[in-house]
């Protein structure tokens, strides 16, 4: 199992790494005396203040003053931690990383994070498949009813958690994961039943990570009218509830929509920030395709942090109720903290 990657390795690629033909990718770049000129990816504009000099090894934006070197471009461009910067530019110039070796306990908490998030992908198709089969039929109504287009759901990888007590568990132990990987990913509870979904009768939004690589969670909104089996006598189910925090999930870190977002939020220079994740689609099904919501918590300064990663500016379109208008206020005063336009 892969560790920490070798310190020589990071900047041999480092050096030996075309950073013109990475950023090529994502602009066209002219020659410019000894250096490449181009329209930013980061910012939008009309008259090229991009820069690239590929003898140092260096970008600069002049209009967005964003710079640094390859990784930082990966990281920036592609909502990459460090390490995943390093493996995505070795796939790219086809080079073999050498990883040291992490402890026993290291390796046992790697293993254990890559086997939830293989649960929560697998969670994920299943929703996906139960949206499309027959018992689907009333949450497909319901997303008709909001005025959402198929392609828009499935562009949102949307599901629908059957109105069973163990459904999703049945799916995931046939899958090959065990019942605490279950329960640990936060899909099931246990109960006198034993363990429960966590999901049930619920159109089901997969939350991805920053990178859009992985799925770490999962919101469920239920369908009016339909009354669900196992809600249970004299219960009245919320009207949403949200995956807990888990050893891949901290909803203070996490926005939703993000990975669908960042191209535009970057093209924009602006990201919209609503509350829902309906809320969500429709902003991108109606073309604005800046928009992320929080994940049922307020926006925290790790939500700031994200988005100044992509945008200076983000604006806050929020319920226009009470509640709404106290967290605008919230949200207000820590732009101001963090040093975001707003």
């Known amino acids: 199992m892969a560790g920490r990657i070798n310190d020589e390795d990071v900047q041999t690629l480092r050096e030996r790494a075309n950073l013109a033909a990475v950023v090529s990718d994502y602009t066209a ?102 949206l499309a089969a027959t018992e689907g039929a009333p949450a497909r109504g319901y997303l008709v009813g909001r005025g959402l287009t198929e392609h828009i759901a499935g562009h949102f990888e949307l599901g629908w958690a059957p109105d069973s007590w163990d459904a999703t568990v049945r799916a995931l132990t046939g899958a090959g994961f065990s019942q605490q990987e279950i329960a640990d990913a936060g899909l099931a509870t246990r109960g006198q039943r034993g363990l429960v979904d966590r999901f049930r009768g619920r159109v089901i939004f997969p939350i991805y990570d920053s990178s859009g690589r992985d799925v770490v969670a999962f919101g469920g909104r239920i369908v009016p009218g339909v009354d669900l089996r196992t809600a249970g006598r004299d219960q009245r189910p919320p009207k949403y509830i949200n995956s807990p925090e888990t050893e891949v999930y901290r909803k203070s870190r996490v926005l939703y929509g993000l990975n669908w977002a960042r191209a535009e939020i970057q093209r924009n220079d602006t990201a919209v920030v609503v509350e829902g994740y309906l809320d969500v689609i429709g902003m991108h099904q109606a073309g604005a395709r800046h928009t992320v919501a929080t994940c049922g918590t307020a926006l925290t300064g790790e939500h700031f942090g994200q988005l100044e990663k992509f945008a200076r500016r983000v604006i806050l379109a929020l319920d226009a109720d009470a509640a709404g208008y106290q967290a605008a206020d919230r949200a207000r005063a820590l732009a101001v903290e963090q040093g975001v336009r707003e």
Do not use: M, N, W
Not at 69 to 90: G, H, K, N, W
């Open 29 to 130: 770049l002219k020659r410019s005396g000894s250096r490449l000129r181009g329209l930013c990816p980061f910012h939008d504009e009309r008259t090229p203040s991009f820069y690239v000099d590929p003898a140092r090894g260096f970008f600069h934006c002049f209009g967005c003053d964003v710079g640094g070197d390859v990784y930082d471009f990966l990281q920036r461009i592609e909502a990459l931690t460090f390490p995943e910067a390093v493996e995505r530019l070795a796939r790219l110039e086809g080079v073999t990383l050498r990883y040291e070796e992490l402890s026993p306990g290291q390796r046992r908490a790697l293993g254990r994070r890559t086997r939830l998030v293989e649960c929560l992908g697998e969670a994920s198709a299943f929703f996906r498949a139960q």
